[in-house]
């Protein structure tokens, strides 16, 4: 293989780590194993029925052609509105590009945005797509980590000292993938005054898993004094509308950012489908209630999988207050062993889960924090109950 033929940016990239283990799983399940895949983070539940009937309406009314880079002003609009209402943050039409995912998105603006040595703080544990968008944009990805006794959340010191003069960017996500940890309006509030205090520093606020959140309204950074011109937030249909199939992602920002996105968008893919926008404006449209059935099944499971995890010794679980992932420290397994395997790490605790428990979950070192391990609880409980008792079972023989 001429692999050695490839560009240095593609060489460098990680292979996404949820996608990898997921792809195991599956294997898996090809040679006969019964698998419970915990890995990927996808909505269990079917996109709602009014959302595909407009899709259906949209199709029928002609909306088959290409669009406009940015994006439909149908949803633009819809994404405008939505602001207002739901986070008080007032986003014209013109400051909002849609792309094919809230993945684009980021990427788009990581593109936009950095020069070749320019440093970006990323909160860390973090989203896996981050540090790699980030790098093959010409960026400097440095982590800043918070750890389990601080419910993963980056305190306003942290971020004092390790900004410099080459910070360019911040990226977070509250509700956070992969801790579920939600950033409180008091804690944004103190970061915000970190942040707008320094000059041509800007932060992405990843609020894909805004309407899963078992807290207070999720409160927005760009909602705070000197933010808006320094903020571009992220959002997108996958997670609270149950639509990962149908990659729409936006993002709301000072306008010359956005028309920086828009050019970048339209030298790679040009606007997102047609149909598929007009139905996204027809959900932006609905209250947000109306997925409630979907947040209301997320916490029961939540409680489910954080009773059987404080039952494992050796597992620390906090109490994640959004998104439907668990991201617990299990240091203190380490070392232990059955007499033919030892768990080394969290890389060689997920490959036992998986090839012994038959239950697939992501190492955290893909995230940023080799301590831990990820699980996804967007399935059902029957086999959540199953998965934690296999899990259970396994590590009982690690001593």
């Known amino acids: 293989m001429a692999t050695h033929l490839l560009s240095r940016k593609i060489q460098n990239m990680s292979e996404s780590a949820t996608i990898q283990m997921a792809q195991k799983a599956r294997d898996l399940k090809a040679q006969g194993h019964d698998v419970i895949s915990l890995s990927l983070g996808e909505p269990d539940f079917d996109t709602p029925d ?42 014209a039409p013109n400051q909002i590009v849609v792309s094919n995912g809230a993945k684009q998105c980021i990427a788009n603006i990581c593109l936009a945005l950095l020069d070749p040595g320019d440093e970006v703080l990323i909160f860390t544990p973090y989203w896996v797509s981050y540090f790699e968008i980030v790098k093959f944009a010409g ?35 509250s509700p956070s993938n992969p801790t ?22 800007f932060v992405i606020a990843d609020e894909i898993y805004e309407y899963i959140n078992f807290q207070e309204k999720n409160p927005s950074i760009a909602q705070f004094p000197g933010m808006m011109e320094k903020t571009i937030t992220v959002n997108g249909m996958s997670k609270g509308f149950a639509m ?26 040009s606007g997102a489908n047609a149909f598929g926008q007009m139905a996204a404006a027809h959900a932006l ?11 209301d099944k997320y916490f029961k499971r939540r409680a489910l999988v954080k009773a059987r995890l404080d039952k494992i010794d050796g597992i620390q679980a906090n109490s994640p207050q959004g998104a439907f992932y668990f991201f617990p420290n299990v240091s203190q397994l380490f070392g232990r062993s059955n007499g033919k395997r030892i768990i080394s790490d969290a890389n060689e605790l997920c ?48 001593k």
């Open 244 to 269: 990962t199939g149908w990659r729409l992602g936006y993002m709301a920002a000072p306008q010359w950012i956005s028309a920086a996105c828009a050019k970048v968008q339209g030298q790679f893919t």
């Open 180 to 201: 579920g940890s939600v950033y409180t309006t008091e804690e944004l509030e103190e970061l915000a005054k970190v942040i707008s205090n320094v000059n041509d520093l």
């Open 139 to 173: 960026g400097v990805p440095v982590p800043v980590y918070a750890g389990i006794e601080d419910d993963y959340k980056v305190s306003p010191q942290k971020l004092k000292e390790a900004l410099n003069e080459k910070t360019k960017l911040i990226i977070y996500s």
């Open 285 to 295: 449209q609905n209250e947000p209630s109306k997925q409630d059935y979907m947040k």
């Open 50 to 91: 009014y959302i595909k009937a407009a899709a259906k309406q949209a199709l029928d009314n002609g909306y088959t052609k290409y669009t406009p880079v940015a994006g439909l002003m149908e949803l633009r609009e819809a994404i405008s509105s939505k602001f207002k209402r739901d986070n008080n943050l007032d986003y």
């Open 351 to 398: 490959d036992i889960l998986l090839t012994e428990a038959h239950v697939g979950a992501v190492t955290g070192d893909a995230f940023g924090d080799p301590n831990s391990i990820r699980f996804s609880y967007a399935t059902s409980e029957e086999k959540l109950t199953e998965a934690m008792d296999r899990i259970e079972k396994t590590l009982a023989n690690y």
